[in-house]
Nanobody
């Protein structure tokens, strides 16, 4: 049974940093694509970033390029989202997602409906 557990959210001032973690279990994750999405109150769930675990290929939303970095740790079966230069508009619940696919297209990685498994989310609040 695939499980994804996010952690690392919290309250931070604008310009600060946070690192989110997504601990995985129950799957052969080297064959998966892992994604991060976020959802603010009253808004849709938006793509943030993704990584193809086997190739290390990364994908980013334009709004976070240059500020966020996605990475995976094979030994810990964990995916990270390092978030720097945070802005108030980054405030949202951040979700980790997984799809059994080694070589996704960019379009696929950006669609929430493409992913099969989801974590419970972690709140990130950026104060101005």
């Amino acid at each position: 049974q695939v499980q994804l557990v996010e952690s690392g959210g919290g309250l931070v001032q604008a310009g600060g940093s946070l690192r989110l973690s997504c601990a995985t279990s129950g799957g052969f994750f080297s064959s998966y694509t892992m994604g991060w999405f976020r959802q603010a109150p009253g808004k849709e769930r938006d793509f943030v970033s993704a990584i193809a675990w086997s190739t290390g290929g990364t994908y980013y939303a334009d709004s976070v390029k240059g500020r966020f970095t996605i990475a995976r740790d094979n030994a810990k079966s964990t995916v990270y989202l390092q978030m720097n230069s945070l802005k108030p508009e980054d405030t949202a619940v951040y979700y980790c997602a997984a799809k059994y696919q080694q070589t996704p297209t960019t379009t696929q990685t950006m669609r929430a409906s493409w992913y099969t498994y989801w974590g419970q989310g972690t709140q990130v609040t950026v104060s101005s």
